[in-house]
């Protein structure tokens, strides 16, 4: 059964950084698209950034583009995203997040396109 955990989540304050982690297992991820989502209060789950597990194509939502930086450690089985320059409107729970699939990384990025789901970390950026 495939199991996302992730962890680093916390507050900082505007213009600071943080490095979230998620721990991959269950399975082998060859194929496989790895996310980053994050939902504020209020709001639906929004996609952040997408990484091939095979490869390590990148795909960013404009948001965050220039700001977080998504990778992979394919041999720890490990999915990091660093965050830099923070913003008060990136507070949110950020969830790493799994899905199958082969073709083009920019494709199918809604959160209900991806089939595991971590539990979330908080991520809190003060003003």
């Known amino acids: 059964q495939v199991q996302l955990v992730e962890s680093g989540g916390g507050l900082v304050q505007a213009g600071g950084s943080l490095r979230l982690s998620c721990a991959a297992s269950?399975?082998?991820?060859?194929?496989?698209?790895m996310g980053w989502f994050r939902q504020a209060p209020g709001k639906e789950r929004e996609f952040v950034a997408a990484i091939r597990w095979i490869g390590g194509a990148t795909y960013y939502a404009d948001s965050v583009k220039g700001r977080f930086t998504i990778s992979r450690d394919n041999a720890k089985n490990t999915l990091d995203l660093q965050m830099n320059t923070l913003k008060p409107e990136d507070t949110a729970m950020y969830y790493c997040?799994?899905?199958?699939?082969?073709?083009?990384?920019?494709?199918?990025?809604?959160?209900?396109?991806?089939?595991?789901w971590g539990q979330g970390t908080q991520v809190t950026v003060s003003s």
């Open positions: 997040a799994a899905k199958r699939q082969t073709y083009s990384i920019t494709i199918n990025n809604a959160a209900e396109n991806f089939n595991y």
């Open positions: 269950g399975r082998t991820f060859n194929n496989y698209i």
